[in-house]
């Protein structure tokens, strides 16, 4: 029942009885019927309970052909309880334990529990455990008593709340796993950048043209193209310029005044050969004079003498 005070409660007995049958009661099978049920079972030996502690309340109903009153109420007491999980075992029972300590429930108009007087101790919750004079709470074989005294057709039930749940055994949780297995993306493999080009100066110094252009830093890099993911760069190409200009010195297939060509000379070999040229034409020169200087000496030494 999920409704009734909060709900949770779990119905323990469960006798509907007609006046003219008699039928054994059975405490071997947990009811499961509130209108057909003709069983009762206790928490130990139904499922495994073993305190009273694990109770919270016992909750009874009843109601019977003979009067139109209703008996409902729960109770929380001690030896109530106990004998929800155990039955009886010869448990002491007193009109206190159902006398005091009681919520009425929707619907309860009965004389008892309130004015409870006597209780019997071996019954359980079927043989008297509350009654006054006239007034009892019984089922058996015989009879049926609800807020009344003797045999009419009537309906018993007996509910309790626990505290714990019902089943112990550990729930097994199974692993979450996404639906669609997403592996992560590998590291992108950077490019590496291409060196800068080299950029050959369009002059380099001569003997005759010194103060050539020469670049003093490398010039900036250029960007490099962006390659496709696993192709290798293409290392750049350095185009060497055709020739290299000299001073005085004919280009390669240049016609001489002797005829013929002449072929292109290193730098360092057309200075000597510049140097060599220079002395050959200054000696004539100097021997010219060497002779001119003798002839003067020649001539002032007759002179003196």
Known sequence: DMEEDGGGWMLLYSYNRNVSTNIALDGTTLPTSLTAGYSHWHLGRALGYTSADEVLDVRFYCRTSEHSRTIHFKTSNQYVRDVAVFGSHGRSNSPSNWNTGWTALSGHSGVL???????????????HPFYRSSYHWSISSNYAECDSQGSATSSHQVWVRVSVPLSTSPTTSSPTHPSTFSPTAPPTTKTPTAPPTTQTPTTLPTANNPTAAVPTSAPPPTSSPTHASGDSPTPPTINPPSSLPTANTPTANTPTPMGGTLKRQPLKDNWFRKREMARKRAFPQRTAWFRKQAKRNAASLNDAL
């Open 113 to 127: 529990p309130s004015s409870t007087s006597s209780a019997d101790s071996n019954g359980a919750f079927y043989e």
